[in-house]
């Protein structure tokens, strides 16, 4: 079965550092992967996805993550954090086959950001 | 494009009370909807799977007759709360699918309504 865990529940960077949230995923086939940001009280918005075209993705506000098979990883990055990048941090992956295209979601990664 | 709305984006409701919440798919046609529950400081948690024009298949644990969810439209689904106490308070979320065009798995999803049940 299809699962999702980001390593990290909380991840804590200054102004202007970097950005690493982790994700690992458990798939028998290459999935789509989905890297998703909530803001307090709001919805959900698509950061990036990844749907094999390309194992580097590059999404919006700066933020990219890399799809790598051999470790089975889906890690979100930024070289330079913002303020507004404090926010909840969901990686996804589709449910699999015959699922009616549910999503996995993973635990979330809250980040904090110092100014 | 992509847009989905959620009507409203808060609800105060005395307890025993029903509340309806609105997930529109404002640009795009929805073959499937989803409804979410979210806690504080957790996951996403999936409550039911609507496809338009049949009946929702609620995820186990999830009671069909207190959470009624109607797709009568392709850009219209509606989660309504039956008989609602305090412990229906939350944060619930819709997403919807589209149809050829749209990427097969992602979802769009809604601003969340806040429910908070008195």
């Known amino acids: 079965a299809q699962s999702v865990t980001q390593l990290d529940s909380h991840v804590s960077v200054s102004e202007g550092t970097p950005v690493l949230l982790r994700c690992n995923y458990s798939s028998s086939y290459s999935p789509s992967l989905f890297w998703y940001v909530q803001h307090p009280n709001k919805g959900l918005q698509l950061l990036l996805k990844?749907?094999?075209?390309?194992?580097l993705v590059k999404g919006i506000n700066g933020f990219e993550a890399e799809f790598k098979k051999s470790e089975t990883s889906f890690h979100l990055t930024k070289p330079s954090a913002h303020m507004s990048d404090a926010a909840e941090y969901f990686c996804?992956?589709?449910?699999?086959?015959?699922?009616?295209?549910?999503?996995?979601f993973g635990q979330g990664t809250e980040l904090s950001v110092k100014p | 494009g992509a847009v989905v709305s959620q009507h409203p984006s808060w609800v105060i409701c005395k307890s025993g009370t029903s509340v309806k919440i609105e997930c529109r798919s404002l640009d795009f046609q929805a073959t499937t909807m989803f409804w979410y529950r979210q806690f504080p400081k957790q996951s996403l948690m999936l409550m039911a799977t609507?496809?338009?024009?049949?009946?929702?298949?609620?995820e186990q644990g999830v009671e069909k007759d207190k959470f009624l969810i109607n797709h009568a439209s392709l850009t219209l689904s509606t989660l309504t709360v039956t008989s609602a106490h305090p412990e229906d308070s939350s944060f619930y979320i819709c997403?919807?699918?589209?149809?050829?065009?749209?990427?097969?798995?992602?979802?769009?999803f809604g601003p969340g309504t806040r429910l908070t049940v008195t």
């Open positions: 997403s919807a699918r589209g149809k050829q065009g749209l990427s097969s798995y992602e979802q769009y």
């Open positions: 990844y749907t094999s075209a390309a194992t």
């Open positions: 996804v992956a589709p449910g699999g086959y015959n699922q009616g295209g549910k999503l996995i």
């Open positions: 609507s496809n338009e024009g049949s009946k929702a298949t609620y």
